[in-house]
């Protein structure tokens, strides 16, 4: 399918032919081909002391051949951006800046600019069949930071430049670059998308269109842990971390040279799994992480704030000093906090992302967590003092801290200020609650991830509740609350098989 832009100058004709081929790009599990209209390029940044808040939108959302493209985009902050559209064979296209607009493109803070421009003379109008344009934006502190002249060639006979590279060239190259940027550089990213819809009235060539371009079918990844257990409490992580990805290489065909299975992990085993997903993952394809070991909650740790007050985070070390405070458990690496969590997530092309925890996020040191022998709590309390000033919380979901340019997806085994359960029973089961629960759901048929995860935060809420009727002479739990955050409804594009 062939894609031609035209470009109309009020003085003159300025005409630029470019081929474009849809790319189909599906995902076996993860949706149809169209789907790969919701891919994003670019990453996010995910720190937002440094990050730029951009606006990008299109006067409209579906345009037809002939029809003019017109785009506004801002920034929260005075900054040098540049604008590229991604036609569906992935080919980018520099919009801006351009000879015909000036090669200046810095823009002030807070105030809004077009593409054109008021002043430019040339219009944007379509002129192809059917299509989804991926219009993407990109801002730096500094001009020529992540991708300089070098990246791009000058079309020929126009005024704009071409990316040299494919959509991976360009998240990849993009990606090391922030990698390697100034902590007082910022920087940010936006994308749009267009709908190209064509009809025979409109299109002056009424031959057929060619066949598609094939992309080649979107992989899924996944990554389990179960963390080193340095009291030992939990005796069954170990067996759910390799039964998880036993069911899901099953279910959803998942190839084991694409799983990581990673036991008594550490910090530094948990990091190379995401190097691992970071090396090998393009922007189409989908990731599973599962999380099974202690959690638990400090007071906010800066320069990022959590709109609750506290930092969440992975118990990932085999021992902890009953003296050692919270700062230095971070300083050594034996806590994994949800701010660093979030940018190492970023750090892994694929956009679509579902991270399973099955671990506490309770309250505070103070909350009382009976002793039950035939099950044990997952929470891993602090070591400071003043983290009882935060003890009465509302309840809340387990969520992204931000979503940015990535399809993210949290289950959460409780809600931020409950704990969650071990069950070590021969009469029941052995191993977590919400882990029990969810495969218990896939392998008795659920056709989908999201069914799985609402069976089984019924089946634990119930459980938690008939332990007093089930063992009257035996100390009851606190209430578990499995929670769900899925914002773009990936869990229910994941299918299982029958």
Known sequence: MSRLF?????????????????????????????????????????????????????????????DELKLTFTADRECYLTLMDMGTSGKILRLWPNDYSGQDNRIGANSPRTFPGPGDKFRYRISAPNGTENIIAYATSEKGKNLSEQEFMQLKNTGFKEYRGSAKDLAIEFKRRTDTLDPNMYWGTAQTNILITSDSASRPDPRPDPPPEVRPQSALYMMCVAAQQHDRKLKHCNTDAQRMAEVFQSKLGIEKSNTKVFIDADYQAFVSGIQWLASNTRPEDGVIIYYRGHGGQVRDRPPIDDPDGLDEFLYLHPGRPNNMRDDEAIRKKIYLLDDELNVLLKKIPARKKIFISDSCHSGSQTKDVVNIPEMASQYEPSTDHDSAKNA???????????????????????????????????????????????????????????????????????????????????????????????????????????
């Open 392 to 498: 009465s919380k509302p309840k809340m979901k387990s969520k992204p801290t931000n979503y940015g340019n990535d399809n993210e997806t949290v289950i959460g085994a409780c809600l931020d200020n409950e704990v969650s359960w071990e069950i070590n029973m021969a009469q029941e089961f052995k191993g977590g609650v919400l882990t029990h629960f969810l495969l218990d759901a896939i392998e008795k048929g659920s056709p989908d991830m999201e069914s799985a995860f609402r069976e089984a935060k019924i089946n634990t809420i119930r459980f938690i509740q008939d332990w007093p009727k089930k063992y009257p002479d035996k100390k009851p739990p606190s209430m578990q609350t499995p929670c769900l955050t899925d914002p773009h409804g990936l869990l229910k594009e994941l299918r299982f098989r029958n």
């Open 6 to 66: 035209r470009f109309f100058a009020f003085i003159g004709i300025v005409a630029i032919g470019l081929t474009y081929a849809t790319g189909v790009g599906h995902g076996q599990y993860f949706g149809k081909a169209k789907d790969w209209k919701d891919i994003y390029i670019l990453p996010t940044n995910p720190n937002p002391q440094n990050n730029i808040k951009l606006t990008l939108s299109a006067e409209k959302q579906s345009l037809k051949p002939g």
